[in-house]
């Protein structure tokens, strides 16, 4: 069924380039007269017209609108691409007289208005596809963005930019509609629907902004299969103590507000170490049911140490001055940049853990990963690598392998090759699918087990 099916498309594809090789050369047929003449011509027209409107008519389904338009574009992009190639072969022939077509060589003006005909119909074909790719692709990278408009025109090189586009598109359609087909299938299933709501506790230098999350397309993944999503709230930079009693409050608020009873938490970085003194020492723990920790330095960055010792302290206060002017600009009431930094260094962690204690009644859990070369980073983590790697071995980018375990289940997570998967894919922040881990499915299987565990 499935070569069948394949069979027809391939059908389709051949009749549409044929299309498209017709409206191409309109004045071709018109001169010669063949293949039915005028006909012929208006097929071709008609062809590329409903192509242009409505290419997903000659495809199997996708689901949803973006990735429908996606796809699109990226079909219309796959046969400019033929039809190029059909075209050169054509002309090719024409001109070396392998055709039952006059001699053309001594009509420069009909060889002139053809080209311009066929310069317009694959111009309007080539930026209809790269228009709805360009606008709705999400893991097109900007930098093959502005290669593609940058050398659009140089001949073989914008080809070799045209196939990589090509590339990464198919593979995004692929995978997005792939998640969307799994989702559809288990929606009522709801496996994200845990007993107690979560809460999302954001790290160090970021505010939990309205229109730029910072948990990527997880928080939706989530909703999408059941769970019920909070956010943290509380500020960007400041000492551990100040912001787990911000969340401590936000909790109970959440509580006392939903009647939710407890809060299920999963905490990013610094987040971690905030919610692990909310519960110890801010009285969260009657309302926390659980708490997951990612990518945390429980045990603190021993290049923080060696930064904040070799830094002169006016430089210090020059970077945190600034720091804390424009996040409270953006809401924070006290941002503290030096303590916040100061908090996560190895020396002030090792007296965090000996003060700070786990409570019984909670269940603790904690993820890390690691990154395995610095290019597999985005900035900064790309650069801080390999400082990270020199002071705390095997790192995510920032934090060290080391620190990241804590409670009693502990995962730890890379993929093959030189990529890995840093501080920043773990929050998904550059919205980048990953080969082998698609970490919204991970975000959903984390919060599955939540459920399967009551809680």
Same mark, same amino acid.
């Given at each position: 069924?499935?070569s069948?099916?394949s069979?027809w498309?391939s059908i @389709?594809?051949?009749?549409?380039?044929?299309g498209?090789?017709?409206a191409?050369?309109?004045y @071709?047929?018109?001169?010669?007269g063949?293949? /039915?003449? #005028?006909?012929t011509i208006?097929?071709g027209w008609l &062809?590329?017209?409903v192509m242009l409107?409505?290419?997903?008519?000659?495809y199997?389904?996708?689901?949803?609108?973006?990735?429908k338009?996606?796809?699109?574009?990226?079909?219309?992009?796959?046969l400019f691409c033929?039809? *190029?190639f059909?075209?050169?072969?054509?002309n090719l022939?024409?001109?070396?007289g392998?055709t039952p077509?006059?001699s053309?060589?001594?009509?420069?003006a009909?060889?002139l208005?053809?080209?311009? &005909?066929?310069?317009?119909?694959?111009?309007v @074909?080539f930026?209809?596809?790269m228009?709805?790719?360009?606008?709705?692709?999400?893991?097109? %990278?900007?930098?093959?963005?502005?290669?593609g408009?940058?050398c659009?025109?140089?001949?073989?090189?914008?080809l070799i930019?045209?196939?990589? &586009? +090509? =590339?990464?598109?198919s593979?995004?359609v692929?995978?997005?509609n792939?998640?969307?087909?799994?989702? %559809?299938l288990?929606k009522? #299933?709801a496996v994200c629907?845990?007993?107690?709501p979560i809460?999302?506790?954001?790290?160090?230098f970021?505010r939990?902004f309205?229109y730029f999350n910072?948990?990527?397309? +997880?928080?939706?993944a989530l909703e999408?299969?059941?769970?019920t999503? !909070?956010?943290?709230e509380?500020? =960007?930079?400041?000492?551990v %103590?100040?912001c $787990?009693?911000?969340l401590?409050?936000?909790i109970?608020?959440?509580?006392?507000e939903?009647?939710?009873e407890?809060?299920?938490? +999963? %905490?990013?970085?610094?987040g $971690?170490?905030? #919610?692990? !003194?909310?519960?110890?020492k801010? $009285?969260a723990?009657k309302y926390?049911a659980?708490l997951t920790?990612i990518?945390?330095?429980?045990?603190? *960055?021993?290049?923080?140490d060696y930064?904040?010792?070799? &830094?002169?302290?006016?430089?210090?206060?020059?970077i945190?001055?600034?720091?804390?002017s424009?996040?409270?600009?953006?809401g924070?009431?006290?941002?503290?940049?030096?303590?916040?930094?100061g908090d996560?260094?190895h020396?002030?962690?090792?007296?965090?853990?000996?003060?700070?204690?786990d409570?019984?009644?909670?269940?603790?859990? =904690?993820?890390?990963?690691?990154l =395995?070369? $610095?290019?597999? /980073?985005?900035?900064?983590?790309?650069?801080s690598?390999?400082?990270?790697?020199y002071?705390?071995g095997?790192n995510?980018?920032l934090?060290?392998?080391?620190?990241?375990?804590w409670g009693?289940?502990?995962?730890?997570l890379?993929v093959s090759g030189?990529?890995?998967?840093s501080?920043?894919d773990m929050?998904?922040l550059?919205r980048?699918?990953?080969?082998?881990?698609d970490v919204?499915?991970? !975000? +959903?299987?984390?919060v599955?087990e939540l459920k399967n565990?009551?809680?």
């Amino acid at each position: 069924m499935k070569s069948l099916k394949s069979f027809w498309m391939s059908i @389709l594809d051949a009749i549409a380039v044929l299309g498209i090789i017709a409206a191409a050369n309109t004045y @071709l047929l018109l001169y010669t007269g063949l293949f /039915g003449g #005028m006909n012929t011509i208006f097929d071709g027209w008609l &062809i590329l017209i409903v192509m242009l409107i409505s290419p997903s008519r000659l495809y199997p389904p996708v689901f949803g609108k973006r990735i429908k338009t996606l796809r699109n574009g990226l079909n219309l992009l796959v046969l400019f691409c033929i039809s *190029c190639f059909m075209l050169i072969l054509l002309n090719l022939f024409m001109w070396t007289g392998q055709t039952p077509l006059p001699s053309l060589i001594d009509l420069p003006a009909f060889w002139l208005l053809n080209t311009l &005909i066929t310069l317009a119909v694959m111009t309007v @074909l080539f930026f209809a596809g790269m228009v709805r790719v360009y606008i709705t692709s999400e893991q097109l %990278a900007l930098k093959w963005r502005i290669l593609g408009l940058a050398c659009g025109f140089i001949p073989v090189l914008n080809l070799i930019l045209l196939a990589k &586009i +090509i =590339s990464i598109v198919s593979a995004e359609v692929d995978f997005e509609n792939a998640r969307q087909i799994v989702d %559809a299938l288990r929606k009522d #299933m709801a496996v994200c629907k845990t007993r107690y709501p979560i809460l999302l506790v954001h790290g160090v230098f970021f505010r939990d902004f309205k229109y730029f999350n910072y948990w990527g397309r +997880i928080p939706k993944a989530l909703e999408d299969n059941g769970a019920t999503i !909070y956010y943290g709230e509380h500020q =960007s930079a400041a000492s551990v %103590a100040e912001c $787990g009693q911000e969340l401590a409050d936000r909790i109970e608020k959440l509580v006392r507000e939903t009647g939710c009873e407890k809060i299920n938490v +999963i %905490a990013h970085s610094k987040g $971690g170490l905030d #919610m692990r !003194y909310a519960i110890s020492k801010c $009285g969260a723990d009657k309302y926390v049911a659980s708490l997951t920790t990612i990518n945390t330095p429980h045990r603190g *960055c021993e290049f923080a140490d060696y930064l904040l010792n070799k &830094i002169p302290e006016k430089e210090q206060l020059l970077i945190a001055q600034k720091y804390n002017s424009a996040f409270k600009s953006l809401g924070d009431e006290h941002p503290d940049f030096l303590k916040a930094v100061g908090d996560l260094t190895h020396s002030a962690c090792e007296k965090f853990n000996e003060d700070v204690k786990d409570i019984g009644t909670i269940i603790y859990r =904690s993820v890390g990963s690691r990154l =395995s070369r $610095g290019r597999g /980073g985005r900035f900064p983590l790309n650069m801080s690598y390999l400082l990270v790697k020199y002071f705390d071995g095997e790192n995510d980018g920032l934090v060290g392998k080391e620190s990241f375990e804590w409670g009693r289940d502990f995962k730890y997570l890379t993929v093959s090759g030189d990529r890995g998967i840093s501080h920043g894919d773990m929050i998904d922040l550059n919205r980048e699918n990953i080969p082998e881990f698609d970490v919204r499915e991970f !975000y +959903i299987k984390l919060v599955n087990e939540l459920k399967n565990m009551n809680l």
